[in-house]
């Protein structure tokens, strides 16, 4: 049994016995036990708590076996409302918490009967004060990039000391903080770090993190950041998309790599229609899907990201794979009503000016000119070479 089922598998049971052991509200209870003793805290790792105490049954309890005692701790932070509550038989408690704030930790021990009232002690807490200096770290980020290394990221607040920054990690599975060793630059000043998987031991649990600056014109607080490894996940876009057609829509399918978990990805199928410019998307938990409502009449475009999703957390999503076409005229890409818009009055211009040329040789086949009556009066009654004098008059001498 894994150590990580074993917690689960202890939370749960203690949880039940609680919950067995006070029908009542603890907050109802009557103080009439001594508080737990000797409280205290380890800080161990990065942002990661041990906070321990004893209590001893008083005197006159020692032989009441039928009662059950529990412990009822809670956190607070920066003064705020008291926090990731838990109750158990342990006389120590192990937590992450958040180290860029002042934390409180506060416990106390009660019992419920079902046959009497609940009694409890008062309250003991012990502080845990934010680490000294000027706050210089701002835009954290992680992504870990399909499960083959991560990529932390910071910038520096451009009022701080100029200083060199460390990069800290480490996980309960760890024995020491480890250092990068593999840092990104802006510049020449460390702006992130780089960890490889074959660093990271097991993936499912939480990385914890710590920017450390070091100057020597002023102290710098150290900035925390706890991530859960499948809470910032970013998986490569899946691969190849098969289009079928089908009666009642389309099938989309798509390739993923064999190391992928499906169980814990979920994926995003987006459909656009290139004629009406619009997009409508889809969500899948299988590597396929059966769209019912796809227009196979007119060309459209298909894409596919991933996530991780595990319990309910999500990661990031991948980038969209490259557009895949389906459609009865999903080989050409030329705009049919742009091209109509543009021939149809260069046809009618051409057409016009051949028309009217065609008409006026038309015209004169059909309407030949009609003579001018002047003209055929002058053909007639006068010599063609345009000689209109009189003629002259002999007469013979006798």
Not at 247 to 264: A, M, T, Y
Not at 284 to 308: C, E, H, L, P, W
Request: with cysteine.
């Amino acid at each position: 049994m894994s150590g990580r089922l074993q917690q689960l598998l202890a939370f749960y049971v203690s949880g039940w016995l609680a919950l067995e052991a006070w029908p009542f509200k603890v907050e109802n209870c009557t103080v009439e036990l001594p508080a737990p003793t000797n409280l205290t805290v380890e800080l161990r790792g990065i942002g990661h708590v041990t906070c321990s105490w004893s209590w001893l049954k008083p005197q006159h309890l020692e032989n009441d076996t039928s009662s059950l005692y529990q412990y009822d701790s809670s956190f607070q932070f920066d003064g705020g409302h008291w926090e990731q509550r838990k109750i158990n038989s342990l006389l120590y408690r192990e937590e992450g918490v958040d180290r860029n704030r002042h934390v409180t930790f506060q416990v106390r021990v009660f019992v419920a009967n079902k046959t009497g009232p609940c009694r409890s002690s008062n309250w003991v807490s012990i502080s845990i004060p934010s680490d000294e200096g000027v706050a210089a770290v701002k835009n954290f980020t992680c992504v870990f990039y399909n499960f083959e290394y991560v990529n932390c990221t910071w910038d520096v607040d451009p009022t701080a000391p100029d200083a060199i920054y460390h990069f800290h990690y480490w996980k309960n599975t760890m024995a020491s903080v480890q250092n990068c060793s593999d840092y990104i630059y802006k510049g020449n000043r460390r702006a992130g770090c780089q960890i490889h998987r074959d660093k990271l031991d097991k993936l499912e649990l939480t990385l914890n993190s710590r920017v450390q600056g070091v100057s020597a014109r002023g102290k710098i607080k150290p900035f925390y950041y706890m991530l859960e490894s499948y809470a910032f996940v970013k998986l490569r876009p899946p691969g190849r998309i098969d289009v079928a057609r089908i009666r009642e829509g389309i099938n989309v399918s798509w390739e993923i790599p064999s190391d992928w978990k499906s169980h814990c990805t979920k994926y995003e199928v987006r459909v656009c229609s290139v004629k009406r410019v619009s997009c409508i998307d889809y969500m899948f938990q299988k590597a396929a899907g059966t769209i019912i409502d796809a227009d196979t009449k007119s060309k459209n475009t298909v894409q596919v990201r991933a996530m991780y999703d595990l319990c309910g957390s999500s990661g990031i999503w991948s980038e969209w794979t490259p557009e895949h076409y389906f459609g009865e005229d999903a080989g050409t890409t030329w705009n049919w009503s742009i091209a109509l818009l543009i021939f149809i009055p260069v046809l009618v211009a051409v057409t016009a000016i051949m028309l009217f040329a065609k008409l006026k040789q038309l015209r004169r086949w059909i309407l030949p000119p009609i003579p001018d009556p002047g003209r055929l009066l002058k053909d007639m009654f006068f010599d063609g070479n345009g000689d209109h004098s009189v003629g002259q008059l002999f007469v013979a001498s006798a």
